[in-house]
């Protein structure tokens, strides 16, 4: 993974992003080690000072707000994107259904992180979303065809799109009025749009489950 930083960015800045990504990373590897510590792994990490600090008014832990977490750790500023959510999905699904076995478990017996997560009413709607998407199984909704490319769609498709162009450009370029369209639709569906529709078909219905 490489990353880059801006010319002139203090070093000490520099230097803690190195060290909370190299932390992690691992974190990632080796989750397990860092349970007991109640550094949970979970989409936005679990970080004390990013994070997390402690309240020693009420012995509890309490969310960092987000512009701290904005403006002092991003490398060029504030980030209105943030952190949690950026991983891919089977990873978030694994850490969210770990995470929701915490729900029905008593909480004296978790750590102080693990309190602290189930406490968060937006992550009790995310965690349960997430066990929907894992037991369901539909870990997506295709709206397009993301398929192998069919033996048919091989011999049509360069032709269809080469129609299209021809048709979409000259509409644009006002040498065909804009009415044209219906008529490339049916060219294009004459063409072998109907067969290569039909193998799309084919697939969507083999991915519903």
Not at 62 to 67: G, L, N, S
Not at 109 to 138: D, H, M, P, T
Request: with cysteine; proline share 6%; glycine share 6%.
């Amino acid at each position: 993974m490489a990353t880059v930083f801006r010319k002139g960015l203090d070093p000490k800045k520099i230097e803690a992003a190195i060290r909370h990504l190299n932390w992690s990373i691992d974190l990632h590897v080796n989750w397990l080690k860092y349970e007991q510590y109640g550094e949970h792994r979970n989409s936005a990490t679990f970080v004390e000072g990013y994070d997390w600090e402690w309240d020693s008014s009420t012995c509890e832990l309490k969310p960092v707000p987000p512009t701290v977490q904005q403006t002092k750790y991003a490398p060029r500023g504030p980030d209105p994107f943030g952190f949690p959510g950026n991983c891919y999905p089977d990873y978030q699904i694994d850490i969210d259904r770990e995470m929701s076995k915490w729900y029905t478990q008593d909480p004296q017996k978790l750590n102080k992180a693990q309190r602290f997560l189930v406490s968060l009413l937006w992550r009790r709607v995310e965690i349960s979303v997430y066990q929907l998407v894992y037991n369901s199984g539909n870990f997506a909704l295709a709206d397009e065809f993301l398929g192998a490319p069919t033996e048919r769609m091989i011999k049509l498709l360069p032709d269809l799109r080469k129609l299209e162009q021809q048709y979409f450009t000259e509409i644009v370029i006002g040498k065909r009025p804009l009415e044209a369209f219906h008529e490339f639709v049916q060219e294009w569906w004459n063409r072998g749009g109907k067969q290569v529709t039909e193998d799309v078909n084919v697939w969507y219905k083999s991915q519903r489950r």
